[in-house]
């Protein structure tokens, strides 16, 4: 079956510019996370969605980052006025969370944003 | 705050031999524990996870030791290949808490043929 979906998988911008990112979950997971993976570093928690529910925008590291998702399905990651720090590879993750023990979460090949 | 600490940030080993891949974390809330294994290009892809009512879990050649007094937990990779060459993260998470993944720095793995 199709695992997760990223796109673009490189963006090349300029400081300023904003970029969208996008992520198409494994279908039928509920859960959806945003992750930040500079070079070199693990990766870093940005945001989680679960289901209707409000999501968790605990990791997101300035008001110039936003992330949507409608129901269980496409989000896009948002990033206004990019700065040179942006840049590094941004992954989303899915899982189902419909049964207890489903904590799994499969990672997709990330976008590359470099920032200029 | 780091809430998890990984350790060493290399290894290198030779075909055949045991791979070892420490982690130690702070918050005591934790309790579910995944290793993940990075290609190059690549997502991390889920290789063993432990819960900590349990203090060792074996999948094939990857066994995962965990240490709730201590709080760490290591892997082991047995009879080391050359296509185990990777990059590994171990992480941390509270299910009640959406499961949001903290994750160590990674250790790059060479395993010479």
């Known amino acids: 079956g199709a695992g997760v979906s990223q796109s673009p998988s490189n963006k090349v911008t300029e400081k300023g510019k904003d970029v969208e990112l996008r992520c198409d979950p494994i279908?039928?997971?509920?859960?959806l996370y945003w992750y930040r993976q500079r070079l070199g570093q693990g990766l870093e928690f940005l945001i989680y969605?679960?289901?209707?529910?409000?999501?968790?925008k605990s990791g997101l590291p300035s008001d110039r980052f936003s992330a949507e998702r409608t129901g269980e399905s496409v989000s896009t990651l948002t990033i206004q006025r990019t700065q040179q720090e942006d840049s590094a590879v941004y992954l989303c993750?899915?899982?189902?969370?419909?049964?207890?023990?489903?904590?799994?979460?499969?990672f997709g090949p990330g976008t590359r944003l470099l920032v200029l | 705050q780091q809430q998890v600490k990984q350790s060493p940030q290399s290894l290198i080993v030779q075909k055949g031999g045991i791979s070892i891949i420490n982690c130690a974390y702070e918050?005591?809330?934790?309790?579910?524990f995944p290793w993940y294994q990075q290609f190059p290009g690549k997502g991390p892809a889920l290789l063993i996870a432990?819960?900590?009512?349990?203090s060792e879990k074996k999948e094939g050649r990857f066994t995962i030791s965990f240490n709730k007094s201590a709080k760490q937990f290591s892997l082991h990779i047995m009879d080391s290949q050359p296509g185990d060459s990777a990059t590994y993260f171990c992480?941390?998470?509270?299910?009640?808490?959406?499961?949001?993944?903290?994750f160590g720095e990674g250790t790059q793995l060479t395993v010479n043929p």
């Open positions: 432990i819960r900590p009512d349990v």
């Open positions: 969605f679960q289901g209707n529910s409000a999501p968790d």
């Open positions: 918050n005591t809330a934790f309790d579910y």
């Open positions: 993750a899915s899982s189902s969370r419909r049964l207890a023990g489903q904590e799994t979460q499969y």
């Open positions: 992480a941390a998470s509270i299910r009640t808490s959406g499961s949001r993944l903290t």
């Open positions: 279908s039928g997971h509920t859960a």
